[in-house]
């Protein structure tokens, strides 16, 4: 059976741009699940939450990391979310390694500056959200998977140092 390789961690950590490093590097197909959930609905995440709100949101990404995490031989790349339900992290790790990319606040702030798309860091203060966030979501974070920190790391130093982990993870 071929591994998946599967990316969490919070938003702005760099998981699509190290994702896609990953696919290149290793010859592998690349699923982005924000991408999967987009094209499923035919809408922008933004509009989804905005319509339907973050429930109907996490039942939609549930059924999307179901539907792909059995795949075989794929980099998986997740929503920041993903790591809230027991089922999406049991489904993913099934078939999968997962690695779990990590900033801090002031990072991520930079990071995510001047994107809108993420409903849940929109508002004032963005820096203190995610901070409120990152504390909520750190235990569920530390049981995801393997812990990369990106601080100071290009996307392919990234991608290189999973890579050079999954040799003793296999
Ligand atoms: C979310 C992260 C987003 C997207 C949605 C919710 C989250 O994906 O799935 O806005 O709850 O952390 P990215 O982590 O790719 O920004």
């Known amino acids: 059976m071929l591994t998946n390789i599967v990316l969490t961690g919070f938003m702005g950590t ?17 699923v982005d699940i924000d991408r999967e959930i987009e094209r499923s609905q035919q809408k922008p995440i933004a509009e989804i939450f905005a319509l339907c709100g973050e429930d109907h949101f996490r039942q939609i990404e549930t059924a999307v990391i179901l539907q792909y995490a059995s795949e075989q031989g794929v980099v998986i790349s997740t929503g920041g979310g993903a790591v809230l339900r027991e089922e999406n992290l049991k489904a993913l790790q099934a078939h999968g390694i997962i690695f779990c990319l990590t900033a801090g606040s002031e990072t991520i702030a930079l990071r995510t500056a001047g994107n809108n798309d993420r409903p849940l860091l929109q508002g004032n203060d963005r820096q203190a959200k995610i901070a409120v966030l990152l504390t909520e979501r750190q235990p569920f974070y530390e049981k995801a998977g ?25």
């Open 14 to 30: 760099g998981k699509s741009v190290v994702a896609r490093e990953l696919s290149r590097l290793c010859g592998m197909r690349l």
């Open 146 to 170: 393997i812990m990369i920190n990106t601080e100071g790391k290009t996307p392919l130093e990234i991608a290189e140092e999973i890579i050079g982990k999954l040799s003793w993870t296999r």
